[in-house]
């Protein structure tokens, strides 16, 4: 589920922003760690 998320974010953003694919993953994994432990927080 989260990498066709991520390649679906990828999608739109890539025309954008000047990094590579790698670069945005790992951004990518890093917000979606941080949702997690947000989420967690909440329940």
Not at 17 to 31: H, M, Q, V, W
Not at 32 to 38: M, N, Q, R, S
Request: with cysteine; glycine share 2%.
């Amino acid at each position: 589920m989260k990498d066709k998320e991520f390649n679906q974010l990828w999608n739109e953003i890539e025309k954008d922003l000047p990094i590579t694919k790698f670069e945005a993953s790992i951004i990518f994994e890093r917000g979606y760690k941080a949702c997690e432990v947000v989420n967690n927080l909440d329940n």
